[in-house]
């Protein structure tokens, strides 16, 4: 089995995603997962999160962590799909109930 990684450019285009659905800010959507602006800021640049936040922002996405899982046992999973990624998206965005 090989290294498993985690996509950190589908992870931030799903966060981007609902971002944008929510009409939030970085900072406001930060305030709203529970982690720093910074450790956003840094997922823009390529950074990997720290275990216990990416944890906190997959659990807040209501994403299973291995749809961001590269590598492994993973493989056969594309994660740059965007159609598939939006398949399993949509259903999530409708359930969460906006302010």
């Given at each position: 089995m090989g290294k498993t990684t985690i996509d950190i450019v589908a992870l931030y285009?799903?966060?981007?995603?609902?971002?944008n659905e929510k009409g939030l800010s970085w900072r406001t959507?930060?305030?709203e997962i529970g982690v720093s602006p910074s450790l956003l800021?840094?997922?823009r640049?390529?950074?990997?999160?720290?275990?216990?936040s990416f944890a906190t922002i997959v659990r807040w996405l209501?994403?299973?962590?291995?749809r961001f899982f590269v590598g492994?046992?993973?493989?056969?999973v594309n994660p740059h799909d965007d159609d598939?990624?939006?398949?399993?998206f949509v259903p999530l965005l409708k359930a969460?109930?906006?302010k």
């Open positions: 285009r799903t966060l981007d995603s609902v971002r959507l930060a305030k800021s840094r997922l640049n390529g950074l990997k999160p720290d275990t216990d209501g994403i299973p962590a291995e492994g046992a993973q493989e056969e598939d990624l939006m398949r399993q969460q109930k906006f």
